[in-house]
């Protein structure tokens, strides 16, 4: 236990000697690339305005959501009575991204116990 804690200590060292040379260039650099989204004088006030703002914001773009929604239920629907017209290409993209979605939730299960495949604390 001793030796892999002198292990992560030497490795933490350079890192954090670099972090302390370069941190606050890269910091400046930053501001300056993206200072057309910084808000001026940066106050509670103005991070509470932004904050309603972009509540407000969303809130207002629901319906447009809504109707999308009922867009994209209708071409399956669509889809679904004229299933004697698929083709069997469309049916393998289908078949795939319904795998791929089970397989992104096999993956964050996996991810959320821990990176363990019986769900075993130990």
């Known amino acids: 236990m001793a030796s892999k ?8 060292k350079p890192a954090s000697e670099f972090v302390a040379k370069h941190g606050t260039s890269y910091y400046r650099q930053l501001l300056e690339q993206n200072k057309q ?18 509540f407000y914001t969303r809130l207002a ?12 239920l209708d071409c399956a629907k669509n889809l679904w009575k004229k299933r004697q017209e698929l083709k069997v ?13 089970f397989a992104w939730f096999c993956a964050g299960e ?13």
Request: hydrophobic share 40%; proline share 6%.
């Open 89 to 101: 290409e469309d049916a393998g993209i289908a078949a795939l991204f319904g795998l791929e979605c």
């Open 37 to 54: 989204y910084i808000q001026d004088p940066p106050t509670a006030e103005k991070c509470n305005l932004l904050a309603k703002q972009l």
């Open 61 to 72: 773009s629901v319906p447009g959501r809504y109707e999308a929604f009922w867009k994209e």
């Open 110 to 122: 996996i991810i959320g116990r821990g990176f363990t495949f019986t769900g075993y604390y130990p």
């Open 5 to 12: 804690l002198q292990q992560l200590q030497s490795k933490i």
